[in-house]
């Protein structure tokens, strides 16, 4: 059945977009009873991106006008059978606006991976085009996964593979033949980007997987200065009580500086980006970190009744939800930096992003790399019922599809973000061909790190010749969920009222 339309919600001065009741199908604007459980998914869709979807304005067919006819409405959805067809026919400037919007039709797995749970054989790859070939793939290890089933095995960080099973990788073939449980890697020199088989293979298996997002914590003591150094891979908000305890570590073991490494790092949970902002520094309690903007009439109600729910602010204590329900909250452990070095790639997007911004007019944000993302936006997961939540009225049990649209925009305390990624301050391109172990003081970048911190440090390896290869347009990563930046934060009860 459908819910009434969100203008509707507006008008009558009810709260707000999760909203929604049963409109009947005998309605004055009705001849006929329609049946809309032939098209309950693009329904629920249409109502979902019309409450939130931040670029609603540009898209005529998300007009609040659009449902107030169900004959015409009915077979505006009847018209896109396939739901993924009709989710991206209300998508506004797929190609340089929003590149980032999705929709599941399973969100079982959609929130598995919001937790770090998937399917692994544990090696994290990237895929690129050989040299000279817009057909033939390779692939490159970027790291394992610390007690999985490659760890276990003879691949390693650097490995480049070019075949599965035997089969030469293209870009027709990669992905079924990476999606399978089993499957033999068969490895190849670089050889200057146009791989040589090796003889190498190793056979993995895929299993149920949640990382830990903290893949190093240590402190480094160059020339007597104590550098902390985190890789953190994820914004995995059922690992904040992990990473702060690596900040305690840090912290302990007398760190003076850090090293934040998000080189590899799509983002996640914009409430752990806050905890992390607030574990680098400390000194800014209760201060703003980031501010969101959404679309025109969310903004405007946000604005009118709850500006407080606009805003971020670092923080001094972690709130989290035990085992039984109840509400505990941990002290953060803070490092009262006044500055921070920030290792970037293109991988390095979204919740990555938006700590380098929203700490920018605080301390000193040093990033060493390559250009970021330019993902500056954040999304929310919305499901079939009554307030769109998962815990909602009358979710529908029919189906599990879900959308993740994308729903606000975050500016720092100066109103300000960086829409086309955040430059390095020290340009370093990661070559495949130079790749070491991470956390190895000789590692590149990080020793471009260390150098920015401790100016003649010997820490850099003998330089080997790089090898330059072109990354594959058209592979987003291993997993399709490991870019983004979601809110996860829960809204208070006043927010469901229902209208009558």
Not at 38 to 52: K, P, T
Not at 97 to 110: C, E, G, Q
């Amino acid at each position: 059945m459908k819910k009434v339309s969100y203008k509707l919600v507006l008008s009558l001065l009810t709260i707000t977009f999760f909203l929604g009741c049963n409109k009947s199908d005998d309605s004055p604007n009705s001849s006929t009873a329609i049946d809309f459980s032939q098209v309950e998914i693009q329904d629920f869709i249409w109502e979902g991106m019309n409450a939130y979807y931040l670029w609603k304005d540009n898209v005529p067919a998300l007009a609040n006008s659009k449902d107030d006819n169900n004959e015409s409405y009915y077979n505006f959805l009847k018209s896109y059978p396939d739901p993924d067809n009709f989710f991206e026919s209300l998508i506004y400037n797929r190609e340089n606006t929003d590149k980032w919007s999705w929709v599941v039709d399973d969100y079982i797995a959609l929130e598995n991976s919001f937790q770090g749970i998937s399917t692994s054989n544990g090696v994290k790859y990237r895929l690129s085009y050989e040299s000279g070939s817009d057909y033939n793939i390779l692939g490159y290890v970027r790291y394992i996964q610390p007690n999985s089933d490659a760890s276990t095995k003879d691949v390693k960080r650097g490995y480049v593979f070019d075949a599965i099973d035997g089969i030469q990788l293209t870009v027709d073939n990669y992905s079924s033949l990476l999606a399978q449980d089993t499957y033999t890697m068969n490895f190849a020199n670089l050889n200057g980007g146009v791989p040589v088989s090796n003889g190498k293979s190793v056979t993995l298996t895929k299993s149920a997987y949640q990382e830990n997002p903290v893949l190093i914590a240590k402190t480094l003591d160059i020339s007597g200065t104590k550098i902390g150094y985190i890789m953190y891979n994820a914004f995995t908000s059922t690992y904040d009580q992990q990473l702060n305890e690596a900040f305690g570590q840090l912290k302990s073991e007398g760190a003076t500086e850090l090293i934040l490494d998000l080189r590899y790092n799509g983002g996640g949970s914009v409430q752990t980006s806050v905890y992390l902002a607030s574990m680098i520094t400390g000194q800014f309690n209760g201060q703003l970190f980031a501010k969101e903007k959404w679309n025109t009439e969310l903004q405007n109600w946000y604005e009118s009744n709850h500006p407080d729910w606009l805003v971020n602010n670092f923080e001094n204590q972690i709130t989290k939800k035990d085992s039984n329900g109840s509400t505990i909250q941990l002290p953060i452990n803070s490092l009262n930096l006044n500055r921070v070095f920030v290792i970037t790639t293109g991988s390095s997007a979204s919740a990555s992003e938006l700590i380098i911004n929203g700490l920018n007019p605080y301390i000193n944000v040093i990033t060493i790399g390559t250009k970021t993302s330019g993902k500056y936006t954040g999304s929310i997961t919305l499901y079939d019922s009554d307030t769109f939540g998962r815990t909602g009225a009358n979710l529908n049990p029919r189906h599990t599809w879900a959308i993740q649209p994308i729903v606000l925009e975050t500016v720092n305390k100066s109103g300000v973000n960086d829409k086309d990624g955040f430059d390095p301050t020290v340009e370093i391109i990661e070559y495949v061909s130079d790749f070491q172990e991470l956390g190895l003081e000789t590692e590149p970048l990080l020793a471009k790190a260390i150098e920015q911190i401790v100016p003649g440090a010997k820490t850099s390896a003998k330089k080997k010749p790089s090898v330059i290869i072109e990354d594959f347009k058209g592979y987003k990563g291993d997993s399709k969920y490991e870019t983004g930046m979601h809110v996860d934060k829960e809204l208070p009860a006043d927010f469901f009222n229902r209208l009558n």
